[in-house]
Nanobody, 127 residues
Framework: QVQLVESGGGLVQAGGSLRLSCTASGRTFSTYAMGWFRQAPGKEREFVAAILWSVGNRYYGASVKGRFTISRDAAKTTVSLEMNSLKPEDTAVYYC????????????????????WGQGTQVTVSS
């Protein structure tokens, strides 16, 4: 099994920045991609960003592209999300996810593509 632990959430004013981190442990040797999703009350879980572990390709949701940056530390199997120019609409619980199983179909944008999830960390952006 793989365990994911997020940290770094908190309260920030609009225009501010936060950095989230997620560390994976357990059977992480087959990790293909790690991603971030978020979920606001009453809304579906939304893709934020993802990174392919071996090659470092990065993907972003349209609403965060240019403001958020995903990065990796391969040796520690850690993924970070630097969030800049935060907006109130960024308020949500942010979840880290890991894809450790090869997929014949699917993309990093899909919730169903991921095998393991962290507990989530709250990000609140005030106006």
């Amino acid at each position: 099994q793989v365990q994911l632990v997020e940290s770094g959430g908190g309260l920030v004013q609009a225009g501010g920045s936060l950095r989230l981190s997620c560390t994976a442990s357990g059977r992480t040797f087959s990790t293909y991609a790690m991603g971030w999703f978020r979920q606001a009350p009453g809304k579906e879980r939304e893709f934020v960003a993802a990174i392919l572990w071996s090659v470092g390709n990065r993907y972003y949701g349209a609403s965060v592209k240019g403001r958020f940056t995903i990065s990796r530390d391969a040796a520690k199997t850690t993924v970070s999300l630097e969030m800049n120019s935060l907006k109130p609409e960024d308020t949500a619980v942010y979840y880290c996810a890991a894809d450790v199983t090869p997929k014949s179909r699917g993309t990093v944008y899909s919730v169903s593509n991921y095998d393991y999830w962290g507990q989530g960390t709250q990000v609140t952006v005030s106006s």
